[in-house]
């Protein structure tokens, strides 16, 4: 028996003692704040380490140093026993509104830096534990700080700014500039003269969206204490822990004898350091793990010491240490000496975020042996030692070819434990470099990488040694033998080794076409890219020492990675004119009004609603086939288990009630009959609580017949003709036929955009509570259509509209997500709620959510178009499919709204566009930011390119020839009005520089064979106005107290894009009254009923006019009394209102006049209004290795006069971020049968803090009001997100660069999104042209293109 010293847990949460002597080691940290704490500021977003929702920090006092140390942590990985005797500050510890808030609060929220702030606890926690640990830091450290961060609204820009102001950089930038704490001195004052800083573009950082010398300075004296026990007293951190649960055995054993007794005793036991593998593998993949190992008092496994030949580094040393040593070392050795620990410090730097770097080890990182591990090729390569014991002794064994023997197996027996690993140093002619490339810079596991180790003989230049080891290959890690034996003796400097290598390189990493992973050419061509880039890194040191090397000055492009640079940014609007009265905050940059909540935690969002007396917890049964008859569900082991209260399917729900749909009911609540997706729900289990409910479901066994045909494509889909009915849905105006009959020039082509998740930071919720009488239910949802989710309820519940209450107050994010789909997880959880006669709440976990809940659809456009000489449009034929998955939902609406805008921002006066709305079996695709619009834009803007490369024009002339001006009518026949594409067009090109850029850009690549430069100009026209006519309707109502206070409700819902913050602005300005006098709480049915969704960027403009409206009978029914006593306060108009029997509540609608498009004519007005819009932007792209980095944007945006510039300009950033997102990196991966394989943050990749253009300018257009829309402003919430393809366009420039370099045709196709792999491959060179293509239809490709 080994000795137990403590069972009790202990530790401290903001500044508070937790004891649970009864503590269950399967619960995570997350766990135990938000559901036995109900400390709900944490928010889980994905449960598995790669959105940074959860972060908090994590103190802990080192009494070697005697110094406090802070760490950021992901509290959903974080064991709650890895805690114990730390101390953890969570977003409530650290201010608060009814207090103080902390500078890092104030500062995100007042720089506009939080829209749903579902993302916001997170990155405040972030930077407050960067402020804890520095007392000075610079923006890479804050870069570094973010690296596992997400936000999916605000676009980051905002966040940096406002934290900017914390930074060095920032400080001595203004010193320089002459500014105190933001402030300019005055003009002639300013010692900058010219220079000065509000001249200059890089420093109209905050536009006058905020004012940073308003803001509480940082005060270290005011933080709070590190608790004084865990200082005082070692008895939580030295003794021997042992912690006993249900299912898990937790111990702490103090020293390497007693640990290693523990292994022999329970041979499967995990050695537990940062539990960033096993949590990912415990709650995705469901392992059991009875027995737990902490190593944390082990010296021999946390301990470091220089063993002359290299470091000996303990397996349990976290990663965040081993930086910090091996940078210590590199500083103080010769460069030569350092090598390895330099590629792995570099390589540190993109491994995970530092929530995970700050508590994962790197035995765990080795034992886990993914083939796609970071660290494990330049381990491999290195050839390190591992130390590893047991009970029964010690084993040296060498990292080399024979270390792992499968995929994740290794040679470590299940007793043994890794102690140590020895990192040599290197020699002096020894060269190391280690390469990685992943879809996402940052916090991204690698598609390939690479450790390359080579010794060079210094007498003759051979090659002594080369250990070349790859990960991405194969299924582990693999070291390049016959690389290796070819290679020794050979002479560097000659190009026949150079050739010889690749070859080799070709033969040792095979890759079969269906191995997983997909990208198999990519994958391929990236090790002979990563050589040929050590070649050249090689070559450069070894110049001046071997006779005869030289690297062209062409071939240095080669040589570097893309790295970190300080991002900049200017935000212009027209600023409130002077004589605007203070109360009037219309026009003005108002922060959100709940932006000081999300700041400090006290937002609520759905699953922070306490919990309900008796309530359940409910999990769905999922369908695990694309299309299958379902024979049988049987639950009885299920129910059997501890804790289930119930199961329910559709043989407990009436045939007609289970029928459901946003539109057309071709859904089901539970399916009955035949699965048609993956993902559908066939049942559920109610629980205790989630961990039991999800259990059970588990449990279910499902029986099913495999039905065919199984359609996934688009192209399935059309050859099997499996359509929507109705299809294909037509608009024609003019003949085209005859147009390209006798068109000059008549091209074809086709091009494709892909599905993009929503990834609301918050997935699907709701919580339902049966309300005991008269079948009244309260429905608490994430929902953007609450009065969708009230029609459905009933439905199902077969009860009348008005006894359900749906509310909803906030959502962590929506984008279109949440305006069909939430139906399906609340009906489900009504139906539950209602038989078992309890409150029923349910949040999907983010896999859940990614598989079940659909996107955007993926599109395939094909079209003819008949032009010019001078490169005219005069006419387009084009078919137009989406992947609407397995039901209507939205879908046919989506392909309309593609047909309406597939010639973007160009005029084409004759058109047949016929849509497809393509059933096929994959989970439902829905509405999401732009509806079908930027997918249908894509078209128009691909032609116009293939236009002009046809012509070999230049593309930016041909656009501004084609743009739509005033009176121009578009192929559905509206009249354009108000049009202010062109000088949006004209600012853009002006203010971005972009004739003088494009000089440079030419120039750039003349000079530089591997990297490249693009630059493109797109312009957007957003029509606004739902294309149902019924739906562009809205109500409000508002209630006013005696006391003057106002209550506001309104239809629209409040998902981070501020609308609540414009309705109370409209209503302020309306009724003349300060924004501070309204409220709203929530949007609910029983205040406002039949409303719609707040979509199709339309919030603003119906609920702002109903609003009005009211405010205005309001406004007359106050207007006598304001006429007898002008002088009278507000709050005397309304207690005089009151006495005089004025009723003080009132309903505001509006509806809005004279649409109505008729598809049988192709006439009437299908849209109110456009919002205009034209982005500039340039990339530079590495041509080996399809990476890149968008250097500059420049966005021009005509949206009226702004309600309010900075939530304007937010959403204007946030779109463009998220439009990138979909232009370039986000890739969801199907297998052939409809698997999805990207179910979280960790595959699934949007952009981060990162991938933001290093220079980003947003420009409002100014003096052009809106007369259609509230207090002239234009809607903005999807317009601008068509804008980032000029991202994808500009790599589409760059890579016709690279190609023209490379003598191959410049003409290419790029569809979205543009991909590192597609970059490369579009990059072919002397490297690609060596992999042989494998025979399309001898194999079965691992993914498929939706
Ligand atoms: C969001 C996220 C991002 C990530 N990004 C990257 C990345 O960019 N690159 C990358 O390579 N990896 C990445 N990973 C994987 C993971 O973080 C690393 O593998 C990490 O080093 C694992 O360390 P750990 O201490 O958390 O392991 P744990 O989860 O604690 O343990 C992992 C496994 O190793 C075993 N083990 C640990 N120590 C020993 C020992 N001394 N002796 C025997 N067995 C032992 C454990 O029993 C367990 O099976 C990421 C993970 C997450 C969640
Ligand atoms: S919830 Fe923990 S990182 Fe996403
Ligand atoms: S504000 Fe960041 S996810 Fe919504």
Partial sequence: MIPVEMTTLVFYVNGKKVVDENVDPSLTLLQYLRNKLRLCGTKLGCGEGGCGACTIMVSKYDRSTQRVIHLPVNACLAPICSVHGMAVTTIEGIGSTKTKLHPAQERLAKAHGSQCGFCTPGIIMSMYTLIRSMNKFKMEDMEIAFQGNLCRCTGYRPIIEGYKTLTEDYELMHVANGLNNGKCKPMNGCAMGDQCCKLQKEDNSTGGLYSPSEWAPLDPSQEPIFPPELKLTDQYDSGSLYFKGKEVEWYRPTCLKDLLELKSKHPAAKIITGNTEVGVEVKFRHFVYPVLIQPSLIPEMTGWKDVGTGLNIGAAMTLWDIEHLLRDVISKSPKWKTRIFQAIVDMLHWFAGKQIRSVAAIGGNLMTGSPISDLNPILMAAIVELELQSKNGTRHVLMDETFFTGYRKNVVHNDEVLVSITIPYTQEHQYFYAHKQAKRRDDDIAIVNSAINVLIDPKDGTIANIDCAFGGMAPTTVLALKTREGLKGLPWNDPNTLDKAYQLLIEDLPLSPSAPGGMIQFRRALPLSFFFRTYLKISKELQGTIPGITISKRDESALDQFHYQIPKSSQYYEVAPDGQSKDDSVGRPVPHVSAFKQATGEAVYCDDIPYQENELYMAFIYSTKSHATLVDMDASEALQMEGVTGFLCAKDIDEHCNQVGPAIHDEEVFISKTVTSMGQVLGCIVAQDQTTAQRAARKVKVTYEDLQPVIISIEDAIKHKSYFPNMPKKMIQGDVDKVFKTAPHVIEGECRTGYQEHFYLETHCTLVVPKKEDDEYDV??????????????????????????????????????????????????????????????????????????????????????????????????????????????????????????????????????????????????????????????????????????????????????????????????????????????????????????????????????????????????????????????????????????????????EMGQGLHTKMIQVASKTLGIPISKIHITDTATDKVPNTSPTAASAGSDLNGMAVMNACLTINERLQPIKDRMPDASWEKIIQTAYIDQISLSCTGYYRTPELGYDWNTNTGKAFNYYTYGVAVSEVMIDCLTGDHQVLRSDIVMDLGSSLNPAIDVGQIEGGFVQGYGLFVLEEMMYSPTGFIFTRGPGAYKIPGFGDIPLEFNVSLLKGAPNPRAVYSSKAVGEPPLFLASSALFAIREAVKAARVDAGLPEAFKLDAPATCAKIRMGCQDHLTAKLDVPKPGTFTPWNVIP
């Fill in 780 to 1053: 608490f949802t994430s929902s953007q259509h609450p009065s969708e989710i009230n029609k459905l309820v009933a439905h199902v519940l077969n009860v009348p509209q008005n006894r359900i209450f749906t509310k909803v107050k906030r959502m962590g994010g929506g984008f279109g997500g949440k305006e069909s789909r939430g139906a399906y997880v609340a009906t489900a959880a009504a139906f539950a709620a209602s038989k078992f006669n309890r409150p029923v709440r349910i949040m999907l976990d983010r896999d859940e959510d990614m598989a079940s809940s659909g996107g955007r659809h993926p599109f395939l456009l094909r079209y003819k178009v008949g032009f010019t000489d001078e490169g005219r449009i005069l006419g387009c034929d084009i078919q137009i499919y989406n992947n609407a998955g397995y039901s209507h939902d939205l879908s046919v609406a989506v392909v309309e709204r593609a047909m309406f805008h597939f010639e973007n921002a160009y005029k084409i006066p004759v058109a047949r566009v016929l849509g497809y709305v393509c059933k096929t079996n994959l989970p439902t695709n829905t509405a999401f930011r732009g509806f079908g619009g930027p997918q249908g834009m894509f078209a128009g803007e691909t032609m116009i390119r293939e236009i002009a490369d046809y012509l070999k024009k230049d593309v930016v002339e041909l656009s501004r020839l084609n743009l739509y001006q005033e009176a121009d009518i578009t192929h559905y026949n509206q009249l354009l009005e108000f049009c202010t594409l062109g000088r949006c067009w004209d600012e853009a090109l002006e203010s971005s520089g972009y004739a003088q850029r494009k000089l440079d850009i030419e120039k750039f690549n003349r000079e530089n064979r591997w990297k490249k430069r693009g630059i493109s100009v797109v312009p957007t026209k957003f029509g606004i106005a739902f294309t149902l006519r019924f739906l562009n309707q809205a109500g409000a109502l508002i209630l006013i107290y005696q006391d003057g206070s106002v209550l506001l409700s309104h239809g629209g819902t």
